[in-house]
């Protein structure tokens, strides 16, 4: 089965390429009824919306959202929801002296060895452009889930190998780098800012925290609320790894220190993550992605081209030198999109 | 849908809990004519068999597949190939006294509030017995890879704490924590040996090599070759993270120190751990995955039982103080599952 | 994707060959909580059971089902519920001088087209054989209707050139091929008698009337519910056509007299078969279904060998000369699977 | 799961209602490569289009095509091939008097029971204008076909009661109602406009022939060939049944009379319509559609009201007075859609 369609009773099917006519998203599995507020598709665009800062690409896209289906009279019907965002900014021009040769760190080459062609321009489909179709979607799950009170909040925990020392969500958007800590966001903005100027590239953590999801999610032994949400969170290019709760740093602890004990009131601690035997527990869901320095850089690099010929690499087009704070949004949206399907999922369990 | 199901175009079914009558498999898609050696079969779950050393479980199964459907004179047909393994050494007595109570780092909770019934019998479907049924699949599906030259080993990389200093694959099977460095596995036996006095566990990490795979498996944008593999491995109940390649530590890098550059030769580096943009490079793919130490213990923890009350809960079944040797075989049956459905799939597309 | 699998969030996978080792099946999506009462199931399996009238197959099979998991004190626990049926009666004997050619009719050659082996013996996995494991997990299904006053009743409406002149319900289970007309029960009898005595065989037309279907159930565009279940009945290997309400004889209606008019009192006519636009209406679902004659006879045919040599077949295994009576039960099982599944997934549209 | 993706490893989605912005197709498996030409989709969606002829609806719509992503330079790139075609002769405001009543014969009324609302212009979801997205990825799935030789032709068999005496192919696209046979043609023409004078509508038979399709497509138990092909049919609003092969006839024959012998040369009849255990013979592939007369009449008609109350129907909009025409071209392109996937998928099980 091809890869482009997530989910099973809330199901998203994306299309479009960085530089071809337009990028969308068909939602199938809208709850009929539900409010469809159009400020709200356009607010979580514009968290996503390319040259939205000086840490991210200076690519400008309005990314204006036109839905095509599925909603009569400001409502959902039902039927499936399309969603075309049109590319207005595309410098296709610019990858000329790249459309040939395999760019380091990107899926060029593996593009080429899949399908034997590819759209070469700004990557094709393997961009992180297609994510913005995922943002929209997930703004419709976000509106599904609003009646619930779940809050889905995803922040840079790390960047540029700077941490943030002190979490305070109110501060995630105050900031261009999306961290949770405004002493710790100034440090790494700093020193995005002086990678960029080498025409370099910073990587780091995501964090993502939900809260009040109800006890009984996730459908053991595949389909577990958090096998899902790792194959989400890692269908997304930049993201190398995903770890829930204490993650890896529960392989150093003994099961005494690492079970959580419960109490008449609840649980007494959460080294778990909020999911247990891949079912949620009603505790915080909490994990961190692994985000990978943007592998567009302008300095020199050795490759191949389509020939096998050796040569030199210098990416020219705009790209993001940390595309951290611009993948928030996204995890916050597949996290939605995940958890609106397993709610449905659930519900047919015990229909 | 539930999710009882793993993969596309080949594809398993698992059912059965920990002390009910079987668990087994069903695996639709095998190839017609892939040879099947039972031999084989027998081999992975000797490997994976409960009571196989004093660093696993003393629960004794001997764990015989008996195949119903699908093989014909030694061969397979290509309709589902059936397989049953009958619960023999069943202590559900043990279990009697936490038929209602919730065993803290177990799925017991979790699937009380998500089924309104649950089969307490050594944690019924949410047991690690469950996975010998993926690992009789995986021999299958290893037996269709044989062809191929693909090779698939997972390992102990870290237990308790203790690391590998030096990894050597030829020694994975010759110590009881298949540990790749024999001088770290004494340790490593030593301190899980010292926590299982203590009736304490262990955790660790396993780490995951596959060499040989052809470039242009995965299918984006969600079927990323490296977001099924991480389904897969997060679908296991003791797994809390994957990294590929570099991982986290990709994250305090720039992107100059992260790509992986091209020569004629092929790849210099390998830090993204064989996949790109979710298709593989042809590169060996590497991943590693935290093992949580194992929740039975027998020291005393607080919990409550079904009514709510607050209780003293002392797990005293037969369990692994440290589950990471027996994960082993799971990880690669996975692994192998994955890469089977994928070599389909790309033939699909191209077809 | 193999297709072993039918239904989404209930969901059944079946195996097995008429002469391996056994059929069976898993059940995925059971609610938790219902009730399992075995005695159902064996009144069904008896209801398909080979050798239980003389128009049926001389072939002794007890059909005894076992249950190996999914099922704890009584209840459905909603994880898979695995049965598996042995085969006892198996004289593969009797299929060796078939094994190298294409008996005409039956799906020899098209499945050594497919798959480039077989098992030959009974026809392997084409025989009907495999239905059994459809009517086990009808049974579960029927279970989960049960507190839902939905009523399937199938039934012989033609057999051997035959039409029942009266449909009454109660007269079904009291002949041997399952017509709701006792007096041309008798004449169908009589002829199928005939027929078997001359080597040949019967076809005919089976009805299914589902009763109490709350309007809302089908998933439009592709799965609506008489799609699904068009697909559910061609899926059975005897089955030539379908067709809903008027059917074939609506193509010669106008749009006037054909259209169900609605009075307060409800609909004032059902030419429709209680399905428009794909999704149920809360009237009567009505559907017809043609039955090939068997295609084993014993009387001389022609047809040729593995290596293309003209040959002449004559099948000499125990068969039914007339398929129909014993597909009644298959029906309703396949239709209540489909009910269950449309019901959960409606209820997921709607959580 | 939604019902509005179809397909496995060819596999569509669509979206979009009669009177919204836009319908559309996501097309996603197309063979990286497959050379894409925008006049052939033109073509189809030409054959399919309103205000065709006197015997379709006065609706007019061009159906231009706009291809969104999946084509680089003339060829499919293998990503999701996304096409959308804008309603622009929308009459909403005819709508307007039956906003709140429930068509006889329409899906007004399930529609409502399912979802709770409804965009009631048009039909919505429901209408015939959904097929529009059909053709147009059927032109994707023929154009996989082209190198290949598989023909598939649909024709108008049987309409307003009268039927083809001759089989011509040629002349299917030289009479305004696609039948086979000229005289015939001119006779069913002569009594559609009859009937929509009278404000009444006909309904029809339309044949299915597909050759040179190779032995071994069609997945069972449950995937089979055939009940995929009655799926896909039954999925259209207007079918009411399906035959294959001799179909409801071969109910009166007996084994001897329907098996299809073989010979050296090839197999001596085709009484089973190419596909026998659910796996094409290869022989020619023929099945019959019911189609009902078109439900939208101007004939006064006794319906309800959202509110319960009795009131007169009498329906306004532009519609056809005999579908049979018009669903000929979407009867192919479901055809080749569901050829296309098994081609896949039989590549796939082979791999």
């Known amino acids: 089965m091809p890869g482009n369609v997530f989910g099973q009773e809330f199901r998203i099917t994306t299309f479009g390429e960085s530089h071809g006519a337009a990028i969308g998203v068909v939602v199938d599995g809208v709850t009929p009824g539900t409010q469809i507020d159009t400020g709200f598709i356009r607010h979580e665009m514009e968290r996503r919306r390319p040259g939205q800062s000086a840490v991210s690409t200076a690519r400008q896209e309005e990314d204006t959202v036109e839905i095509l289906s599925g909603v009569f009279e400001g409502k959902a019907t039902g039927t499936p929801l399309a969603m075309v965002i049109r ?9 000329d002296d790249v459309k040939d040769l395999f760019r380091p760190g990107h899926a060029d080459y593996a593009y080429q060895q899949k399908y034997g062609v590819r759209d070469y321009r700004g990557g094709g489909r393997s961009s992180g452009r297609e994510t ?10 976000k509106m599904m889930l609003s009646g619930r009170d779940i809050s889905i909040v995803a922040y840079v925990r790390r960047a540029a190998g700077i941490e943030c020392e002190t979490i305070d969500f109110n501060e995630i958007e105050n900031n261009i780098v999306r961290a949770a800590d405004p002493v710790a966001a100034e440090k790494m903005i700093a020193r995005i800012m002086e990678l960029k100027a080498a025409g370099n590239s910073a990587g780091g953590v995501v964090e993502c925290v939900i809260r009040n999801v109800p006890a009984g999610l996730g459908e053991p032994a595949f389909d577990k609320l958090d096998a899902d949400l790792a194959k989400a969170m890692l269908s997304l290019g930049a993201v190398k790894g995903i770890e829930f709760g204490d993650g890896f740093a529960a392989a150093d602890l003994t099961g005494q220190e690492n079970n959580d004990e419960i109490a008449a009131s609840g649980f007494l601690s959460n080294h778990a993550g909020g999911v247990t035997g891949g079912i949620s527990t009603g505790q915080e869901i909490i994990f961190r992605l692994a985000v990978k320095p943007t592998p567009s850089i302008s300095l020199p690099q050795k490759t191949v081209d389509i020939a096998g010929n050796e040569v030199e690499c210098r990416t020219v087009g705009r790209h ?16 939605a999109i995940v958890l609106v399907d397993h709610l449905k999922r659930q519900a047919a369990l015990r229909a």
Chains 1, 2, 3, 4 share one sequence.
């Open 87 to 95: 590319n207005r900014d595309a410098h296709s021009r610019s990858y």
């Open 320 to 335: 993001d030198p940390f595309i951290g704070a611009r993948i928030v949004p996204v995890v916050e949206a597949m996290a």
């Open 132 to 141: 913005a179709a995922r943002v929209a979607a997930g703004a419709i799950a």
